[in-house]
């Protein structure tokens, strides 16, 4: 009797290269926008007008001029934008934009460093301080009247917040506005799942004044927050 022939053993390493050579590329769309891989893609830009940023991509957008040159870039993306106005945003010239925003209402994105938020609950009801980063769409730092900016929604501002103007290059020219509330409580839906030692994901909204020859408008801007029971955290 014939002996079977030895079967070839598999080249697991020369299957991947197949597979990484008929994979598709990257969508443009999902692709880094900047000097490296950490830089915000167009998909993601547009996603931080609904939700905020937090996290690592807070932190790397505070410290990265170029993709905060890009949140500028963001003015004639619509706030229902889909992948084709992202692309038209970042790829048109000034003078062929349009602003599909409300005439009276300016965008502007939030980061918040932490990706979540942990609160005591005596901390929850009236000495919450909080800090976040200001990204305003189509305009210009030195229009916003930084006094009249307040919180709303899951935290509530009291009085006027600290600012600091964050100038990235050092060339004199702000990238962003650093704004830090000594003083808010969380709503009380919030505060409620804090006490029952629940997580809970709720949206804070910003607004402000910006001032302009042509009257005055508001800057609006809202991020979808995590939050939960500082003890939790420790014991976890």
């Keep these: 009797m014939m002996k079977a022939a030895a079967g070839r053993g598999i080249d697991v390493g020369r299957i991947v290269e197949i597979a990484e050579a008929i994979a598709p590329e990257v969508s443009v769309?999902?692709?880094?926008?900047?000097?490296?891989?950490?830089c915000l893609s167009a998909e993601k830009l547009v996603q931080l007008l609904h939700q905020g940023v937090h996290g690592e991509d807070a932190a790397h957008l505070m410290s990265c001029s170029t993709c905060a040159?890009?949140?500028?870039?963001?003015?004639?993306?619509?706030?229902?934008s889909s992948r084709d106005f992202v692309g038209n945003a970042l790829k048109r010239t000034a003078s062929e934009r349009v602003a599909p925003f409300k005439e009276e209402f300016l965008p502007a994105i939030l980061a918040i460093p932490e990706k979540m938020i942990g609160?005591?609950?005596?901390?929850?009801?009236?000495?919450?301080?909080?800090?976040?980063?200001l990204f305003p769409v189509n305009s210009n730092l030195d229009e916003i009247d930084v006094s009249s900016?307040?919180?709303?929604?899951a935290i509530v501002s009291q009085g006027t917040p600290t600012v600091e103007f964050v100038?990235?290059?050092e060339d004199g020219r702000a990238e962003f506005i650093r704004l830090t509330f000594a003083?808010?409580?969380?709503?009380?839906r919030v505060q409620e799942?804090?006490?029952?030692?629940?997580?809970?994901?709720?949206?804070?909204?910003i607004d402000g004044n910006i001032l302009?020859?042509?009257?005055?408008?508001?800057?609006?801007?809202?991020?979808?927050?995590e939050f939960a029971n500082s003890a939790d955290l420790l014991n976890g």
């Design 167 to 169: 100038d990235l290059n």
């Design 29 to 38: 769309f999902d692709a880094s926008l900047g000097v490296d891989e950490k």
């Design 69 to 80: 040159e890009n949140v500028r870039n963001l003015q004639s993306v619509s706030m229902k």
């Design 212 to 225: 302009r020859e042509k009257g005055k408008k508001r800057l609006v801007g809202q991020a979808r927050i």
């Design 183 to 188: 003083k808010g409580h969380l709503a009380a």
């Design 149 to 153: 900016i307040q919180a709303t929604g």
């Design 193 to 205: 799942a804090i006490r029952s030692h629940q997580n809970v994901v709720d949206t804070v909204r």
């Design 119 to 133: 609160v005591a609950t005596e901390e929850a009801r009236d000495s919450l301080a909080f800090t976040f980063g």
